[in-house]
Protein backbone atom coordinates (compact mmCIF):
# COMPACT_ATOMS: atom_id res chain seq x y z
CA UNK A 1 0.00 0.00 0.00
CA UNK A 2 1.30 3.71 -0.71
CA UNK A 3 1.71 5.48 2.64
CA UNK A 4 1.04 9.18 2.83
CA UNK A 5 2.80 10.67 5.72
CA UNK A 6 1.05 14.27 6.60
CA UNK A 7 2.77 17.19 8.43
CA UNK A 8 2.35 18.69 10.85
CA UNK A 9 -0.66 16.66 12.61
CA UNK A 10 -1.49 20.28 14.41
CA UNK A 11 -0.99 24.07 13.45
CA UNK A 12 -1.97 27.28 14.64
CA UNK A 13 -1.73 30.17 12.98
CA UNK A 14 -3.09 33.40 13.12
CA UNK A 15 -5.99 35.48 10.85
CA UNK A 16 -4.30 36.41 7.94
CA UNK A 17 -1.20 34.40 7.41
CA UNK A 18 -0.80 31.97 5.40
CA UNK A 19 -0.35 28.15 6.12
CA UNK A 20 1.09 25.16 4.45
CA UNK A 21 0.56 21.25 5.25
CA UNK A 22 2.74 18.76 3.50
CA UNK A 23 2.07 15.07 2.65
CA UNK A 24 4.61 12.45 1.41
CA UNK A 25 3.92 9.65 -0.62
CA UNK A 26 6.12 6.32 -0.05
CA UNK A 27 6.69 6.04 -3.84
CA UNK A 28 5.68 8.08 -7.12
CA UNK A 29 1.76 9.00 -7.34
CA UNK A 30 2.39 10.91 -10.65
CA UNK A 31 0.30 14.16 -9.01
CA UNK A 32 -2.97 11.84 -8.65
CA UNK A 33 -3.39 13.76 -4.91
CA UNK A 34 -6.45 15.32 -3.40
CA UNK A 35 -6.86 17.58 -0.62
CA UNK A 36 -10.38 17.90 1.60
CA UNK A 37 -10.92 19.80 4.49
CA UNK A 38 -13.81 18.47 7.39
CA UNK A 39 -15.41 20.64 9.82
CA UNK A 40 -15.88 19.02 13.07
CA UNK A 41 -19.03 16.61 12.89
CA UNK A 42 -19.13 17.04 8.88
CA UNK A 43 -18.29 14.42 6.28
CA UNK A 44 -14.88 15.74 4.01
CA UNK A 45 -15.30 18.46 1.07
CA UNK A 46 -12.98 18.07 -2.17
CA UNK A 47 -10.38 21.39 -1.94
CA UNK A 48 -7.61 20.06 -4.36
CA UNK A 49 -7.24 16.82 -6.75
CA UNK A 50 -4.62 16.30 -9.45
CA UNK A 51 -2.88 18.17 -6.78
CA UNK A 52 -2.86 21.48 -7.92
CA UNK A 53 -6.58 21.49 -9.65
CA UNK A 54 -9.30 23.97 -7.24
CA UNK A 55 -12.32 22.25 -6.94
CA UNK A 56 -15.67 24.49 -8.17
CA UNK A 57 -16.92 26.54 -5.92
CA UNK A 58 -13.50 26.39 -3.81
CA UNK A 59 -11.44 30.00 -2.18
CA UNK A 60 -8.52 30.80 -4.53
CA UNK A 61 -6.83 31.31 -1.38
CA UNK A 62 -5.88 27.54 -1.55
CA UNK A 63 -3.46 26.19 -3.59
CA UNK A 64 -1.71 22.36 -4.13
CA UNK A 65 1.09 22.04 -4.90
CA UNK A 66 4.40 19.01 -5.64
CA UNK A 67 8.01 18.44 -5.64
CA UNK A 68 8.56 15.20 -6.27
CA UNK A 69 6.80 13.24 -4.23
CA UNK A 70 6.23 15.39 -1.45
CA UNK A 71 2.80 17.29 -1.69
CA UNK A 72 1.61 20.25 -0.16
CA UNK A 73 -1.87 22.36 0.60
CA UNK A 74 -1.47 26.52 1.34
CA UNK A 75 -3.70 28.65 2.37
CA UNK A 76 -3.36 32.02 2.04
CA UNK A 77 -5.05 34.75 3.96
CA UNK A 78 -6.09 32.18 6.56
CA UNK A 79 -9.92 33.12 7.60
CA UNK A 80 -11.21 31.65 11.00
CA UNK A 81 -13.70 29.35 8.70
CA UNK A 82 -10.27 27.48 7.76
CA UNK A 83 -9.61 26.47 10.84
CA UNK A 84 -10.54 22.52 10.81
CA UNK A 85 -8.63 19.56 9.86
CA UNK A 86 -7.42 18.52 6.37
CA UNK A 87 -6.41 15.38 4.59
CA UNK A 88 -4.78 14.27 1.87
CA UNK A 89 -5.32 11.21 -0.53
CA UNK A 90 -3.46 9.73 -2.98
CA UNK A 91 -5.61 8.83 -5.87
CA UNK A 92 -2.98 6.72 -7.39
CA UNK A 93 -3.59 3.34 -7.18
CA UNK A 94 -5.45 0.71 -4.59
CA UNK A 95 -6.15 1.07 -2.21
CA UNK A 96 -6.59 4.49 -1.97
CA UNK A 97 -5.11 6.03 1.42
CA UNK A 98 -5.17 9.21 3.07
CA UNK A 99 -2.97 10.93 5.34
CA UNK A 100 -3.68 11.09 9.15
CA UNK A 101 -5.14 14.46 9.03
CA UNK A 102 -3.74 18.16 10.41
CA UNK A 103 -6.09 20.30 12.40
CA UNK A 104 -5.31 23.79 11.90
CA UNK A 105 -6.18 25.70 14.62
CA UNK A 106 -6.26 30.10 15.43
CA UNK A 107 -3.90 31.74 17.36
CA UNK B 1 -28.15 19.90 -5.81
CA UNK B 2 -26.16 16.35 -5.34
CA UNK B 3 -27.34 14.74 -2.00
CA UNK B 4 -25.95 11.60 -0.79
CA UNK B 5 -28.42 10.69 2.23
CA UNK B 6 -27.31 7.54 4.18
CA UNK B 7 -29.44 5.16 6.92
CA UNK B 8 -29.06 2.52 8.58
CA UNK B 9 -26.56 2.34 10.65
CA UNK B 10 -26.31 1.24 14.09
CA UNK B 11 -25.22 -0.97 17.01
CA UNK B 12 -24.25 -4.21 16.41
CA UNK B 13 -22.83 -7.76 18.05
CA UNK B 14 -19.53 -8.68 16.79
CA UNK B 15 -19.84 -11.51 13.92
CA UNK B 16 -23.62 -10.50 13.12
CA UNK B 17 -24.09 -8.70 9.83
CA UNK B 18 -25.57 -5.07 8.96
CA UNK B 19 -26.51 -3.43 5.57
CA UNK B 20 -27.08 0.26 5.12
CA UNK B 21 -28.23 2.31 2.05
CA UNK B 22 -27.20 5.46 0.77
CA UNK B 23 -29.91 7.32 -1.56
CA UNK B 24 -28.69 9.54 -4.22
CA UNK B 25 -30.21 12.32 -6.17
CA UNK B 26 -29.60 15.10 -8.12
CA UNK B 27 -27.28 13.62 -10.45
CA UNK B 28 -27.48 10.99 -12.91
CA UNK B 29 -26.51 7.89 -10.60
CA UNK B 30 -25.91 5.50 -13.22
CA UNK B 31 -22.85 7.65 -15.00
CA UNK B 32 -20.74 7.29 -11.83
CA UNK B 33 -18.44 5.36 -9.86
CA UNK B 34 -19.67 5.22 -6.26
CA UNK B 35 -18.05 3.87 -2.64
CA UNK B 36 -17.75 4.14 0.86
CA UNK B 37 -14.94 5.56 3.33
CA UNK B 38 -14.99 5.29 6.97
CA UNK B 39 -13.85 6.83 9.47
CA UNK B 40 -12.89 5.85 13.12
CA UNK B 41 -14.02 7.93 16.11
CA UNK B 42 -11.22 10.70 16.35
CA UNK B 43 -9.39 8.89 13.18
CA UNK B 44 -8.49 9.71 10.03
CA UNK B 45 -10.31 8.21 6.90
CA UNK B 46 -10.12 4.81 4.80
CA UNK B 47 -11.33 3.67 1.65
CA UNK B 48 -13.13 0.84 2.16
CA UNK B 49 -15.03 0.26 -1.28
CA UNK B 50 -15.33 1.23 -4.86
CA UNK B 51 -18.30 -0.01 -7.27
CA UNK B 52 -18.42 1.26 -11.10
CA UNK B 53 -20.85 3.19 -12.91
CA UNK B 54 -23.15 -0.39 -13.87
CA UNK B 55 -21.58 -2.65 -10.90
CA UNK B 56 -20.05 -4.89 -12.89
CA UNK B 57 -16.92 -4.47 -10.98
CA UNK B 58 -15.77 -3.88 -7.42
CA UNK B 59 -12.38 -3.30 -5.93
CA UNK B 60 -12.33 -3.65 -1.82
CA UNK B 61 -9.37 -2.98 1.09
CA UNK B 62 -8.08 -6.03 1.97
CA UNK B 63 -9.56 -5.76 5.77
CA UNK B 64 -12.80 -6.51 4.42
CA UNK B 65 -12.44 -8.68 1.45
CA UNK B 66 -14.62 -11.23 1.96
CA UNK B 67 -16.60 -9.70 4.96
CA UNK B 68 -18.50 -6.64 3.07
CA UNK B 69 -20.16 -6.40 -0.47
CA UNK B 70 -20.83 -2.93 -1.99
CA UNK B 71 -23.97 -2.90 -4.44
CA UNK B 72 -26.12 -0.74 -6.61
CA UNK B 73 -29.44 -0.33 -7.85
CA UNK B 74 -29.58 2.04 -10.68
CA UNK B 75 -33.13 1.85 -10.80
CA UNK B 76 -33.88 3.65 -7.38
CA UNK B 77 -30.64 5.70 -7.46
CA UNK B 78 -29.13 3.39 -4.01
CA UNK B 79 -25.97 2.52 -3.40
CA UNK B 80 -25.33 -0.45 -0.44
CA UNK B 81 -22.87 -1.66 1.65
CA UNK B 82 -23.73 -5.60 3.21
CA UNK B 83 -21.03 -6.11 6.27
CA UNK B 84 -20.75 -9.38 7.53
CA UNK B 85 -18.38 -10.65 10.30
CA UNK B 86 -18.24 -7.52 11.89
CA UNK B 87 -15.26 -6.96 14.04
CA UNK B 88 -14.69 -4.13 16.63
CA UNK B 89 -12.06 -2.40 14.72
CA UNK B 90 -15.06 -2.18 11.91
CA UNK B 91 -16.79 0.42 14.33
CA UNK B 92 -16.79 3.79 12.27
CA UNK B 93 -18.61 6.27 10.60
CA UNK B 94 -19.24 5.51 6.98
CA UNK B 95 -19.27 7.71 4.26
CA UNK B 96 -21.28 7.30 0.90
CA UNK B 97 -18.79 8.81 -1.46
CA UNK B 98 -18.75 10.29 -5.63
CA UNK B 99 -16.29 9.39 -7.69
CA UNK B 100 -16.21 12.36 -10.18
CA UNK B 101 -15.80 10.00 -13.11
CA UNK B 102 -15.56 6.98 -13.91
CA UNK B 103 -11.88 5.70 -13.37
CA UNK B 104 -11.30 9.29 -11.55
CA UNK B 105 -10.54 7.66 -7.90
CA UNK B 106 -10.75 10.63 -5.32
CA UNK B 107 -14.59 11.53 -3.96
CA UNK B 108 -16.17 14.87 -5.00
CA UNK B 109 -19.15 14.47 -3.14
CA UNK B 110 -20.24 12.89 0.33
CA UNK B 111 -23.00 11.26 2.58
CA UNK B 112 -23.43 13.32 5.97
CA UNK B 113 -22.19 9.34 7.71
CA UNK B 114 -23.57 6.73 9.45
CA UNK B 115 -22.63 5.41 12.63
CA UNK B 116 -21.68 1.64 12.90
CA UNK B 117 -20.53 0.52 16.20
CA UNK B 118 -19.95 -3.45 16.98
CA UNK B 119 -19.63 -3.83 19.94
CA UNK B 120 -20.81 -6.78 22.62
Known amino acids: DIQMTQSPASLSASLGETVTIECLASEDIYSNLAWYQQKPGKSPQLLIYDASSLQDGVPSRFSGSESGTQYSLEINSLQSEDAVTYFCQQHHDYPYTFGAGTKLELK | EVQLVESGGGLVQPGRSLKFSCAAS????????MAWVRQAPKKGLEWVAT????????YYRDSVKGRFTISRDNAKSTLYLQMDSLRSEDTATYYC?????????????WGQGVMVTVSS
Open chain 2, 26 to 33: GFTFSDYA
Open chain 2, 97 to 109: ARHPTEGIPYFDY
Open chain 2, 51 to 58: IIYDGSST
